[in-house]
């Protein structure tokens, strides 16, 4: 693939070009930056051809050539044709605000030659840049990742800082910072600026090869930034030492050309992922710091300003450029205002779901109509056959897709695809994905890490009590049973100790003393005054670990309330005696009695409406006596009787 993309490209060719050469490079093209245009400027200088360039205001991301340019480009040919010299002058423009008229100001800068072909090189100041060495976490899949721009729209985004905010994301904990001091007066930035960082691995975790992300943001006095024409630079250090050692590299960020006003700063941001490239999907942590002695090395190329009127477009292009960035305001703000939609009379509720739908496209209803609420302390199962539409409820309860109709509120606050008060539930519902080479307590501190939340709010050590893993926390997770990977995935659901655990199928997989223990886990949880929340098949489990059950059929509600209770829901009730076979005639003798069953010293039977009143003094009539008399307490005949034997 490298081949071709060596075959396809310029650099195929400029070796070969000898004649005068006009370069007309868009400053706004995240496809296609300015150190491409650079490069091929220095290879057909090389080779022995004369270069003009030209830098303008577009590019993919910004527009086509305006009726001005393709003059120029116009008179570059014809005096080349005609056998003159169109010279080997450098021009680029600065963008500057918008008029009152709506379109930017724009002036352009006119120097002798391209700094560093023929002449000298480009002259660069040297800017103090502040912040420590810090670490930073690449995430298991490279995922969430850092957003740096929306292709189409960057142009957009670069022009304003309120709408560079709604195309740029940096999650927490992801990246490293440095800032420069606010400047004194304007500096125009014009190419490739060039700082020296140190790169070390993690020892505790060390990753042999480090791919990161360069940006360098133009920040407000007001703190808002601007990321110039969305522009990255990836860059791998490779051969990081095991021990932690840094290893220095110069790292050159991406070309731009950027009026900084004064009492603007720089802020250099170093991640571990972005959205528009390919990263390692193993998790890592790294390290990123100043070089010692290292500055931001920023370009300034001098020359002769002349205004000029602001690129010819379609004013009607602007319009919907507008348009755009007013929907996505209105889009931001209302999902913030979504995000903060709050119900105070359910503050102290852990779960409340009203009227849940969920349809798909095809008209398939998955949940319909479901209500249920779950009280601070509660063990609640949710139990219900293949179907049923557990797993679509937990997943809107996670926020992962969107009801149809209908609303969950935890703890109050309405769920939203990345609403804040998801932080407050842990989950375990799609497998766990250990690192089989590392030990259980390493997989739970990277996990945590990735988070950005710190380090003293994971409350490890509470939530390896309540796992009750012991000292094997310390070994390989690819030593463990599945028993104790069941156990550490609860553990890791229960850092930071959410208020509410949402768990599907904990006990899959595991024996019958393994579910014992998993049973154990979830009481000691629940004991501490937060909720649980879980689906499962196994009846019997649930009967014994939930102190509620919610139970589904088809997407819709069928049965809800205190395990017991709806276990002894029904007619069916059990007597303890002292001769089974009289008790067992006598009952059968009574009207609308039956499925009578004797199981040891109990007699199990249906009495259908007759009060077991009556049936107790029906065995009495009989001469046997009755030590104990209740409800037959099996919650798989109620399930059974609700859902039906073909469920």
């Given at each position: ?14 070796s ?67 056998g ?8 680029y ?37 502040n ?51 606010p ?49 990255i ?21 991406p070309?731009?050309v ?73 889009f931001?703000?209302?999902r ?46 949710l ?89 094997a ?5 690819r ?57 499962s ?9 939930c ?82 008399a ?17 469920s």
């Amino acid at each position: 693939s490298v081949d071709l993309l060596r075959r396809v490209s310029p650099a195929s060719v400029t070796s070969k070009i000898t004649v005068p050469t006009l370069l007309v490079q868009g400053e706004s093209d995240t496809l296609f930056g300015l150190d491409q245009s650079d490069a091929n400027a220095r290879q057909i200088t090389a080779a022995g051809g004369k270069v003009k360039t030209i830098w303008y205001t577009g590019g993919h991301d910004g527009g086509k050539p305006g009726p001005q340019l393709r003059a120029k480009i116009g008179d570059f040919l014809k005096t080349a044709l005609d056998g003159g010299d169109p010279g080997t002058g450098f021009s680029y423009d600065v963008q500057g605000t918008l008029r009152a008229n709506g379109t930017p100001s724009v002036r352009t800068v006119n120097a002798a030659a391209y700094p560093g072909l023929t002449g000298p090189a480009t002259e660069r100041r040297l800017l103090a840049l502040n912040g420590p060495a810090q670490p930073v976490v690449r995430p298991a899949g490279a995922n969430p990742a850092a957003v740096s721009g929306i292709p189409g729209l960057n142009g957009v985004a670069s022009s304003s800082s309120r709408l560079g905010a709604l195309f740029s994301n940096d999650p927490p904990g992801q990246a490293a910072q440095f800032a420069t001091a606010p400047f004194d007066g304007q500096v125009v930035v014009s190419g490739s600026s060039t700082v020296r960082l140190q790169v070390a691995a993690d020892p505790a975790h060390p990753q042999p090869d480090a791919v990161l992300f360069a940006k360098l943001y133009d920040v407000g006095q007001d703190g808002s930034r601007v990321l110039p024409a969305n522009a990255i630079a990836p860059f791998r250090v490779s051969g990081l030492p095991a021990d932690g050692t840094p290893v220095e590299v110069t790292v050159t960020l991406p070309g731009i050309v950027r009026p900084i006003e004064g009492g603007h700063s720089l802020r250099l941001v170093v991640g571990t992922t972005d959205q528009a490239f390919a990263a390692p999907a193993a998790p890592a942590v790294f390290r990123v710091g100043l070089a010692a002695g290292t500055a931001l090395a920023v370009p300034i190329v001098p020359g002769t300003s002349v205004g000029s009127p602001a690129p010819v477009g379609q004013l009607v292009g602007i319009g919907v450029t507008l348009a755009i960035g007013l929907a996505a305001v209105l889009f931001a703000a209302l999902r913030r205002r979504r995000a903060t939609d709050a119900d105070p009379e359910l503050a102290a509720t852990p779960l409340v779901i009203e009227g849940l739908r969920k349809q798909y496209a095809g008209g398939f209803v998955a949940v319909k109509d479901l209500s249920f609420r779950v009280e601070p302390g509660q063990v609640l199962g949710l139990l219900g056959p293949n179907g049923a539409g557990k797993t679509t409820t937990l997943r809107m309860l996670m926020g992962l897709i969107t009801p149809t109709a209908g609303s969950i509120r935890v703890f109050g606050h309405k769920i939203t695809p990345g609403a804040p008060v998801l932080s407050r539930i842990g989950s375990f519902v799609e497998g766990s994905g250990f690192l089989p080479h590392l030990s259980g307590r390493a997989n739970l501190e990277l996990y945590w890490a990735a988070t950005g939340r710190p380090a003293e709010k994971a409350h490890f050590a509470e939530a390896l009590e309540i796992a009750g893993l012991g000292n094997a926390v310390e070994r390989r997770v690819r030593t463990y049973s599945q028993g104790m990977r069941q156990r550490l995935a609860i553990a890791q659901a229960m850092l930071g100790l959410p208020e509410l655990m949402v768990l599907d199928e904990p006990t899959n997989g595991l024996d019958p003393p393994q579910i014992h223990q998993m049973r154990e886990v979830l009481k000691r949880y629940a004991a501490t005054g937060r909720t649980v929340v879980v689906s499962s098949h196994l009846l019997a489990e649930v009967e014994q670990t939930c102190t509620h059950v919610v139970v589904m059929h088809r997407g819709s509600l069928v049965a809800s309330g205190e395990v017991g209770e709806l276990a002894a829901a029904g007619g069916e009730a059990t007597f303890r005696v002292d001769d089974p076979a009289a008790a067992a005639a006598a009952l059968k003798a009574l009207s609308g009695v039956t499925d009578v069953d004797v199981e040891g010293e109990l007699v199990h039977a249906n009495l259908g409406e007759l009060p077991r009143a009556e049936g107790v003094a029906a065995l009495v009539r009989a001469g046997v006596a009755v030590e104990q008399a209740g409800p037959r307490r099996r919650l798989e005949d109620a399930f059974l009787q609700l859902v039906g034997e073909e469920s």
